[in-house]
């Protein structure tokens, strides 16, 4: 695959980053005395293996933003890294509580995190009321961003296949540890220089055992399940649903519901189990998958195992046919992984069995 003449078409469709105005500096110097104390722990078990020294600690540029945090370019003993600072608000404890909760879980899960597809985490602070996040820093942004820069339905399917197992393979890790993202969307998807992605944001994350019901859940209405928009017990399938969404974006660059209200979207996924229309270019594979994946039935979406089976089978393929994508068509049936089709198909079951039956009464004949 071309990886350099993507990263490199990232690379130029990259602005320069802004620097910070006058009044975000002067927020930034007052939150410092917060953030430049050695004593910034919080007080749990094994704070002193990520707890971060902010002596060694260098902040740059602010580059994204978000309702009660923003991120900055930073450097941490000399590594290139991304610094989220969330703020708590003095005038509302209970939005500060949950804050600072929301933070010791991020940290907490985050920690014992360690694979390719998922963003590294380098160490954290809390000093309240700041609490700072400190993770690996990629260049080239959010996925969302890039597939903006795209014309539409222009991602080569290729791309668009490695970008998707990527992902998957990321998902696939996140819920054998028994982790639910909950948040999964093309904005908290980053890339990397090799255009390889990294699953990010684990704010609202939590363990399969302890979410319970999605009961004042703040997700995003786009890419939510509807069980989470219904605010019903939601399991590991809400993110298969969200990933179905993701791939239709690879495939068309836009992003979905754009001509409704997140509310509008929400209502017409719930009550008119309305989706994002899939393009007539999009190959039978991808749109079997992800037909699959945003089912309004979530015993109906394939498990992150299955999904990595299937996107692995369909590259492996990629590579012996380029137009493989363009005439495979999935079985209706069983489902069959294309290396497998002609062991899978049941209408040659008969023709086996008449075979055998044959060969059988041939030897008896010879004995």
């Known amino acids: ?35 430049v104390s050695s004593g910034a722990k919080i007080k749990e078990e094994g704070e002193e293996e990520w707890s971060a020294d902010m002596s060694q600690l260098l902040i740059g540029n602010k580059f994204a933003s978000g309702r009660h945090s923003r991120i900055y370019r930073g450097i941490y003993k000399q590594r290139d890294v991304a610094i989220k600072i969330i703020s708590q608000p003095e005038e509302d404890e209970n939005l500060a509580n949950f804050l600072e909760k929301q933070f010791i879980s991020e940290v907490a899960l985050l920690f014992h995190l360690r694979h390719p597809n998922i963003i590294t985490f380098v160490a954290a602070c809390k000093k309240p009321p700041v ?32 970008l998707a197992l990527d992902i998957a393979r990321g998902m696939q890790y996140l819920h054998s540890q028994g982790i639910l993202h ?14 390889c992605v990294k699953v990010a944001d684990f704010g609202i994350s939590c363990l399969e055992s302890q979410c319970g019901s999605a009961k004042g859940f703040t997700g995003t209405y786009r890419w939510m399940a509807p069980e989470m928009i219904k605010e019903k017990h939601h399991t590991k399938k809400v993110d298969v649903y969200s990933f179905g969404i993701v791939l239709w ?40 998958l992800i037909n699959r994946c945003w089912s309004s039935n979530p015993e109906k979406r394939p498990p992150f195992n299955e999904i990595v089976s299937i996107l692995e089978s369909y590259a492996e393929s990629l590579e012996e046919d380029p137009e493989f994508l363009k005439t495979y068509k999935p079985s209706s049936g069983r489902r069959c992984l294309p290396k497998c089709r002609f062991r899978c198909s049941t209408e040659l079951y008969p023709t086996y069995i008449y075979i055998y039956i044959y060969i059988y009464m041939y030897f008896l004949e010879l004995e």
């Open 182 to 195: 909950r948040d999964l969307k093309s904005e908290n998807l980053l890339l990397g220089e090799d255009m």
């Open 249 to 288: 974006e690879l495939l068309t660059a836009l992003t979905p519901f754009d001509n409704m209200t997140p509310e509008q979207a929400a209502f017409a996924v719930c009550q008119k189990n309305a989706r994002p229309p899939l393009p007539s270019s999009c190959p039978p594979g991808f749109s079997h």
């Open 1 to 35: 695959m071309k990886n350099f003449y993507w990263f490199k078409q990232i690379s130029n469709n990259v602005k320069s980053e802004r620097r910070l105005s006058l009044g975000e500096y002067k927020r930034a110097v007052s939150w410092s005395k917060y953030l």
């Open 131 to 162: 609490f700072c996040i400190i993770t690996e820093y990629l260049a080239g942004g959010s996925l969302r961003k890039y597939l903006h820069q795209q014309e539409p339905y222009s991602v080569p399917h290729d791309l668009a296949l490695k």
